[in-house]
């Protein structure tokens, strides 16, 4: 099986690509300016609640809850999806997801020569590369939220979660309109910019017999699906093709319909510093004379199943893929998304991807963070994610120190060797001797500077003072011999 | 590929079966606000508030014999002169004013060429701004409510409820079908982070609220 998180599989490891980040000025003005508006609005609209504590109790707990019982729960919402029109298929993995798909976007296109589908923002199709997947098979999808068609015009990568084109400005949009569009004249007012993909779409909108979304919800008891959105994109693709097809990964179920007074508090407030997004749209199966004629639901794995096996990793499947984790990350802010090299950036995606992939391609991400837990303190489902950042660092060096090359690798050594001289009193006292006369090269003043090798990294960016002349218990005893003379 | 559902069916057995359940659902606490606080006017000055703050329109008049006049007050400010409405509109409610198109299973085509519908809806949320349409009946099917640049929206004082858990208990008995909650007019904040509105769905949001 192969589990795909994105192009992790391409991507630079995060101090290699953060590196690459902080040097371009232009992307760091603009995360820097997107995350401080919605932090700011994103706070305004949380102090207005009075039960916002009360509230995120409950969403963790209906999470955990749910996760524990999602056999139980998946069955159900299969039962009354089908009960209500629908059809469910389940996918292990990336290929299968896109095979799924395509094998039913080709069913219900026979005989067209060129099919187009239409798409609703759905990170979980990039998780899967639907697009690439689709490209391949001959099908062309068109990115409806307008942040994704920046995305996919600019044959970029998104960059948040909830904002994906956060790191362009509007004249770099207007750049990419003017090309696509075919319309020179385009200036780089929002409002423009914004007019000009409403025309662009709003024909492929009526015209497109099939539509692709993801969910924010699957609701258990009734068998709906809920998409939340802001622009009518969303509602535009649910409702005016004939087909619709929604991929949904199995941790996106919920008991019931009243939990949804729970989530719809905590969602838009979370991701938008809104108190409700303009539009949320819920829909069972299909309705004669009302949206699509047929409506296919694809539940997807892809290593999700994996983290339900240990209780604190599973609390990672809690997320609602807000985004509050990454505006209030002082390492996001300052490298941006692309950096995590996964389609899931941030806070929570420094735990996601990893785990999705049992560390393969994403081992540098659980270091991607300060431990500040400012991501924790906003996530409105209560995902302690400093502390599986920390359980996560632990399964990379249990799995280095696994290997041979780790095992002699001069962290393992120097950590193995502390680790000794760490466990008697002699070898410890020996230990700061050596490291007393050790240190007198890269001294300067109280602090040590330029170590050599991998301690390097340390002091490059950090202070560190330096082992003082003499060690307390060196200065005990000699005050013990003058006080008994 | 057949195997799938039993293969992950059996994955999330073999991690979590048998695994304490710390919480069963009927013990999962809910101390957060389910009921409102405010008097009936106070909720309705929250939701007149709301909905001005996310650029909607708001028409109040007394009684149902007005609604038609305040529907042709926003045809006029919108400079518009016809309504998309559904069958099942009441006919006392309609503007004398204004043509009237009646959706009997308009083709797309037709209904992308149409300025504004008139609808009712199930319930609005004060804390929110929000509007919910369950789409039965006099609310209109989902297209008509979505290719119009311009939605005019009539709500019973009694249909707005003050928080979004009582919202939801008043339409969960009708929860099987579609619904739609709307907060305001079609919006974007992608670039630059500035909110424009209008981007796929109505530009205009017009709220007739009537009765007690």
């Known amino acids: 099986m192969s589990v795909r998180v994105g192009k992790t599989d391409r991507a630079a490891a995060f101090p290699v690509a953060a590196k690459t980040a902080l040097k371009n000025d232009q992307l760091r003005a603009n995360v820097r300016r997107a995350t401080d508006t919605i932090r700011g609005k994103r706070a305004l609209r949380v102090e207005e609640m009075p039960d916002w504590q ?196 199995v941790e996106k179920v919920i008991p019931r319909f009243e939990d949804l007074e729970v989530f719809l508090q905590l969602l838009p407030r979370s991701a938008t510093g809104e108190r409700m997004n303009p539009y949320n749209s819920l829909w069972c199966g299909v309705h004669a004379g009302d949206g699509p004629k047929a409506f296919h639901v694809i539940l997807l794995d892809n290593g999700r199943t994996k983290l339900l096996h240990d209780e604190m990793e599973r609390e990672t499947l809690e997320c609602i893929r807000c985004g509050a984790c990454l505006n209030a990350c002082p390492v996001y802010r300052e490298t941006g998304g692309h950096a995590y090299g996964s389609i899931y950036s941030g806070p929570i995606g420094a735990i996601l991807s990893p785990q999705l992939q049992s560390l393969e391609h994403s081992r540098s991400l659980p270091y991607a963070s300060t431990l500040c837990g400012a991501c924790y303190e906003v996530c409105p489902v209560k995902i302690n994610i400093p502390e599986i950042l920390i359980h996560l660092r632990g399964r990379v060096v249990r799995e280095d120190q696994a290997t041979l090359g780790g095992k002699l690798a001069v962290e393992n050594l120097a950590m193995q060797g502390a680790a000794a001289a760490f466990q008697s009193q002699r070898r410890y006292e020996a230990a700061q001797r050596l490291a007393q006369a050790g240190q007198m090269l890269f001294r300067k003043g109280d602090q040590l500077e330029n170590l050599p090798g991998m301690a390097g990294g340390w002091t490059k960016y950090r202070d560190l003072k330096a082992i003082p002349k003499q060690s307390f218990r060196d200065w005990w005893k000699s005050r013990s011999k003058g006080a008994s003379a | ?27 999962i606490g809910r101390e957060y606000q389910r009921k409102g606080s405010l008097d009936r006017e106070a909720c309705l000055h929250l939701l007149k508030d709301r909905l001005l703050d996310y650029d909607s329109e708001i028409l109040e008049v007394g009684s149902e014999a007005e609604i038609g006049g305040a ?99 008043a339409i969960s008995s009708s929860r099987r079908m579609a619904m739609t909650t709307i907060s305001g007019p079609s919006a974007t904040s992608d670039i630059e982070m500035t909110r424009i509105r209008g981007v796929h769905g109505p530009r205009r949001l017009s709220v007739v609220l009537y009765g007690e």
């Open chain 1, 54 to 249: 009360q509230l995120r109790d409950t969403a963790s707990a209906i999470k955990a809850h749910t996760l524990r019982h999602l056999d139980e729960y998946l069955v159900e919402f299969e039962k009354n999806c089908e009960l209500a029109g629908g059809k469910v298929h389940w996918a292990r993995d990336a290929d299968e997801a896109n095979a799924i798909a395509i094998g039913l976007i080709r069913q219900y296109s026979e005989g067209n020569s060129h099919v187009e589908v239409i798409k609703v923002k759905t990170m979980t199709s990039d998780e899967v590369q639907m697009n690439v997947a689709l490209e391949a098979a001959g099908i062309t999808p068109i990115e409806t939220d307008l942040a994704d068609m920046i995305v996919q015009m600019g044959h970029d990568e998104p960059s948040h979660i909830v904002v994906p084109a956060l790191h362009r400005n509007r004249f770099e949009v207007r750049d990419l309109f003017r090309e696509t569009m075919h319309r020179p004249e385009l200036t780089a007012e929002p409002e423009d910019l914004t007019g000009a993909a409403r025309a662009y779409l709003r024909e492929r909108f009526l015209k497109v017999k099939i539509g692709v979304s993801g969910a924010n919800f699957a609701i258990a008891e009734t068998g709906g699906v809920c998409v939340v959105e802001s622009e009518g994109n969303g509602r535009m693709c649910l409702t005016m093709p004939d087909v619709l097809i929604s991929l949904i990964g």
């Open chain 2, 1 to 27: 590929m057949s195997d799938a559902r039993e293969v992950i069916l059996g994955r999330i057995r073999a991690a979590v079966g048998g695994a304490p359940d710390r919480v069963a659902y009927d013990q």
């Open chain 2, 71 to 169: 529907v042709e007050e926003a045809l006029r400010r919108a400079g518009e002169h016809s309504v998309l409405v559904a069958e099942a509109f009441p006919k006392n409610w309609l503007p004398s004013a204004a043509e009237v198109v009646v959706d009997a299973a308009l083709a797309t085509e037709q209904l992308d060429g149409l300025g504004t519908v008139l609808t009712t809806c199930e319930a609005a949320v004060a804390a929110t701004g929000t509007i919910i349409l369950v789409h039965e009946g006099a609310q209109g099917r989902r297209a008509v409510t979505l290719l119009p640049d311009h939605h005019i929206c009539v709500l019973a004082r009694q249909q707005v409820v003050e928080t979004v858990p009582e919202a939801l208990a």
